[in-house]
Each structure stands twice: as structure tokens, then as C-alpha cells.
């Protein structure tokens, strides 16, 4: 058989629907501008899977070219703080077909939440501030800019030790914004947006109660 012919005869292959197939789509845990995340198992591990959302104001090819770059730049991001000594949710899987990087579910609450909740002790605010700034500092020392440091994007594992009374840990998360740069200006846009989510979480949090 001609291989021209062969090539025009064979049938494009079906994309394989994971997310569905793990029950993801029943399992939404939250939902932004670009992106949908869900929790399912996958591989036995409790896992979240973030999938990016198509743009259909942009031409089908240039949203698949985009989408397939800031897909990889987030999960290179991801693994190049982790080797900066920075901690990470565990990269398991990125699938380009769906968009979607599948990652470890870190048990515990965001930064976000624990401010709000007024669930922190004084030593424990000492604690987790000094994790995040060094995190800061090991990605902004790499030359790694997160793009979206907020008070949301920073889990405090919870800990681990008996009765739960091992030390908290920080995690950063979403990577999707990150970029490469050693520019003063780009690092300190970084500290901006930490620092006015945090006061902002602060002023939501103590206003009903006044």
C-alpha cells in the first residue's frame, strides 16, 4: 500500500477523556478565570487536577500553542522551585491533550483561610511568616517569579507528628503566572501583591466583628 495513501486512510486518534474517567467532573473544588480544579484518585493518591480552560477568543491555534506553553512553563516552574528548596505540591502528571497537570493534594487550609479562621497561635504566625519569606527568597535568589503570590496560593500543610503537634509547613502553589527574571522591579511586585492580599484577607476578616 502507497504510504501516502495509508496516511490519508488512517483515523485521528480519540482523545481520551481522564479526567471524566476519574470522576473529576463530579468532584469540582473550585473554578477561575482560567481554569477549572478537581479532586480525584489517581494512581491511588489523593490527587488535584487543575485543567486550563480554552479561550475561544483566540484562534484554535494559537490558544492550543499558548495553552500547551504556560501548561509546560507551570509545571517547569513548579519543578525548578522545588529544586530551589522551595516545597511544592508533588508534580505527577501533565497531559497536554486536556490541559491538565495533575498534582499532590497537600492536607490543610490556605493562608488565606487561617487568617480568616483566627486559627493561628502567635508562635505559629511567627512560624509560618518566616517560612514564607525564605520561600520568597529561595524562588526571587533562583531568579524564579511566582506572578501570583497570594495569601490563597500559600498552603500550610498540616502537621504531622502525634496529635498533630509536628510543625506546619508552607507549600506554594499555582505556578501559572511564573516567570523568569532577575529584575528588582519584577521581585517586588511579587512582595506588592503578598502584602495587600494579606492586609486585604485582614480587613475582611476583622470587619464583621467591629
Not at 93 to 100: E, G, I, L
Not at 144 to 170: K, P, S, W, Y
Request: with cysteine.
Amino acid at each position: 500500500m502507497d504510504k501516502h495513501n495509508a496516511s490519508a486512510d488512517a483515523k485521528p486518534q480519540k482523545q481520551v477523556d481522564i479526567i471524566g474517567a476519574l470522576g473529576g467532573y463530579d468532584n469540582l473544588l473550585s473554578q477561575g478565570a482560567e481554569g477549572r480544579v478537581f479532586g480525584v484518585k489517581f494512581c491511588g493518591r489523593d490527587t488535584v487536577v487543575k485543567q486550563r480552560f480554552k479561550k475561544t477568543y483566540r484562534h484554535p491555534t494559537l490558544d492550543t500553542k499558548l495553552t500547551k506553553s504556560r501548561l509546560g512553563m507551570e509545571a517547569r516552574s513548579m519543578m525548578r522551585a522545588r529544586k530551589l528548596g522551595v516545597v511544592t505540591p508533588t508534580l505527577y502528571y501533565v497531559d497536554q491533550q486536556q490541559s491538565a497537570i495533575y498534582m499532590e493534594k497537600v492536607p490543610g487550609k490556605s493562608l488565606k483561610e487561617m487568617i480568616r479562621d483566627d486559627s493561628m497561635s502567635e508562635a505559629d504566625m511567627e512560624n509560618i511568616g518566616a517560612q514564607v519569606g525564605r520561600a520568597v527568597a529561595k524562588m526571587h535568589d533562583g531568579g524564579l517569579i511566582h506572578g501570583d503570590l497570594t495569601t490563597g496560593n500559600i498552603l500550610v500543610r498540616d502537621a504531622n507528628g502525634q496529635g498533630g503537634e509536628g510543625e506546619r509547613t508552607v507549600v506554594i502553589i499555582d505556578f501559572g503566572l511564573a516567570s523568569n527574571s532577575i529584575i528588582a522591579e519584577d521581585k517586588g511586585v511579587d512582595l506588592y501583591v503578598l502584602e495587600r492580599t494579606k492586609a486585604w484577607t485582614c480587613t475582611c476578616w476583622s470587619g464583621p466583628s467591629r
